[in-house]
């Protein structure tokens, strides 16, 4: 992967984290106005606890592969 596409793989993941980490903070809230009751809350606050650990990997590896980022 060039530096250009790893420039624009870097901004997407971004994006994606962004996204996933607002996700996060909307999951929690509902979780704690449900006072910690909801499984289907917890489930999609894991689900998304894991995706941003995927992206979080992703993005250290294009860092890992001395691009200019």
């Known amino acids: ?3 250009d596409e790893k420039g624009k793989r ?4 971004i ?3 962004n996204s996933v980490q607002w996700g996060v903070i909307a999951k929690l809230s509902s979780l704690i106005h449900s006072d910690w009751t ?3 809350l ?4 894991k689900v998304l ?4 650990s995927e992206i ?3 993005l250290n590896s ?3 592969q001395t691009s200019m980022l």
């Open 56 to 58: 979080t990997k992703e």
């Open 1 to 3: 992967m060039d530096d």
């Open 42 to 45: 917890k489930e999609d606050l």
């Open 38 to 40: 909801s499984t289907k």
């Open 49 to 52: 606890v894991e995706k941003h």
């Open 10 to 13: 870097f901004l997407e993941l």
């Open 62 to 64: 294009l860092d890992d």
């Open 15 to 17: 994006n994606d984290q």
